[in-house]
């Protein structure tokens, strides 16, 4: 215990083995102790193994990390992106991604560009500009990793809208566009 507390107390490191120096000692001391390794038995718990299952409804608080990896663009996800869209990209991109917006006209120097004249980009490099910025655009690392994905579908479904033929349209959508002159 005294031991313990001496640690906590900068200038007396030194009288803690293992603390002093690099990660790697440190790393080491954890490495050489006691401890229950995955998968080993334990006599501690009555049903004698060692890994304990989380408690019935427990989250896990890394729920985040699987949106690490390009989720299917279902018309929910893109649901929310065109949502989210709206409210943060559409203010410099325009609302159909075309760069037209009050924002851009005073942004000489590096206009917010058109998503239909951007040249290929990667799903995972929109992502990531989301995410990170990009050049005079600032980062948005408060929209959530799901909604990124979703914010890139609905990207997506902008650039397709553009240039979409008409034999991509439903039939009732189809006629409607041709009764109004815009085929
Ligand atoms: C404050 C204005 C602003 C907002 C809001 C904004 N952007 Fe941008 N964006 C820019 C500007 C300016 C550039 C060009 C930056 C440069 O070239 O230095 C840019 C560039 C980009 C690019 C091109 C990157 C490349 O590879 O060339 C993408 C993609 C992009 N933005 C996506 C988005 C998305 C998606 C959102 C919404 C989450 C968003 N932007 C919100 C201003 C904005």
Known sequence: MRRALLCVLPGWLSACHGVQGGDGEVLMRM????????????????????MRMPPAGTVPRDAELEWRVKPPFTAALLEKGRHRFNIVCAACHGHLGDGNSRVATHMALAPPPSFHTLGERTDEHLFAVIGKGFGLMPAFPDISLEERWGIVGYVRALQLSQHAPLSMAPPAERERLLREGMP
Not at 31 to 50: I, L, M
């Open 31 to 50: 490495y050489e102790q006691k401890k229950v390794k995955p998968f080993a038995p334990s006599p501690v718990f009555a049903d004698g193994h060692g």
